[in-house]
């Protein structure tokens, strides 16, 4: 059986946001089109409430960084031009991969770059270097691609349209264009698998680091060692978070290989205030956990016992999604069935 965990929170985040007025700064690039000035690299030290026992910082802390990021580009770059404010609003997180653990006493340095527009929405690519501040030494320990909508300041519900970007090459467009079709069509198999659609959400950050908190639990208990967050799937958030809900995030296992984990983490909103409204899907994703030893080094994961036929059926369609990400990591391309 796979370990569950439970807990509940009350929201109290603002419904939408308040507008500061004002003008993101611009500049000129040659042939005179305005451009979003580049995002100075967010920097912080890993503090020990940023970490676990063992002196890995938490992939939620990093999350949340990346996603307050891509939030900070990408809604300077719709508000490039005039016309009506707005702020980027988070769709959906792509696979985000940790590469490395980042430890208490490090520094956490976030680069963003918008790397696609749509008419709708804008593609910004995280990375995340450590900094180890006693030797200079750096390192890359994450990647990420996130999805935002500009949403009107005047009303949170209306979706304005993403200034252009200048590409320097005609590859870039044509495979961000890829990119982009790759991940809408992801988005249905999202909708038919859960019914809903998948909605643009203000100040997810927060509820991203939950999530993996969750689901390290949801990996702590199973391994009985220390654990650390290898990879996110796509994280889809699929409908708004309001004031007053209390939300209830669940995390189960799905799948595990010799060295992973693999752990489904559910957000559940409750509108305790308005009796009119049910429970409703608020998020979903699934993480991917590894063990670590004393040194660092991978364990073996205990192996999960799928008993129900719903269990061995999630079971199985997480055995699909590893090894579909192993062929990719490889180089290979899965074939079609």
């Not at 702020?87 to 696609?116: N, Q």
């Amino acid at each position: 059986m796979g370990w569950h965990f439970h807990p509940s929170w009350l929201w109290g985040a603002p419904s939408s946001p308040s507008p500061c007025g004002g003008r993101p700064p611009r500049s000129l690039e040659a042939g005179g089109e305005a451009q979003p000035l580049p995002l100075s690299p967010p920097s912080r030290i890993m503090r020990p409430d940023d970490a676990n026992v063992a002196g890995n910082v938490h992939g939620g802390t990093i999350l949340k960084m990346i996603e307050e990021a891509g939030a900070i580009i990408s809604t300077r770059h719709c508000n490039s031009q005039d016309g009506e404010r707005c702020v980027a609003a988070l769709a959906r997180v792509e696979r985000t991969d940790f590469l490395s653990p980042m430890c208490i006493g490090e520094v956490a340095h976030v680069s963003a770059e918008i790397t696609y527009t749509s008419k709708h929405s804008v593609e910004v690519q995280v990375h995340v270097m450590s900094e180890n501040i006693l030797t200079g030494n750096k390192k890359l320990t994450n990647k990420a691609t996130l999805w935002y909508v500009p949403l009107s300041l005047k009303n949170v519900d209306k979706v304005l349209e993403v200034p252009p970007v200048v590409y320097s090459r005609q590859e870039q467009e044509e495979e961000g264009r890829k990119r982009y079709e790759a991940q809408k069509l992801e988005r249905m198999e999202t909708k038919g698998r859960n019914g809903d659609i998948v909605q643009p959400v203000l100040n997810p950050g927060v509820t991203m680091k939950l999530m993996d908190e969750v689901a390290g639990i949801v990996a702590a208990r199973h391994c009985k060692t220390n654990i650390v967050t290898a990879s996110v799937d796509a994280i889809n958030f699929h409908d708004k978070i309001r004031k007053g809900c209390v939300i209830t995030i669940s995390g189960r296992m799905t799948f595990t290989s010799n060295k992973s984990m693999e752990i489904e983490v559910l957000v559940d909103a409750d509108p305790v205030v308005d009796n009119s409204q049910k429970r409703y899907r608020a998020a979903s994703a699934f993480f991917t956990y590894v063990s670590l030893s004393q040194e660092g080094k991978s364990l073996p994961v205990p192996q999960l016992l799928p008993e129900t036929e719903d269990e061995k059926k999630r079971f199985e369609e997480g055995k699909g999604r590893y090894l579909q990400m192993k062929a990719k990591r490889q180089g290979q391309v899965e074939p079609q069935p």
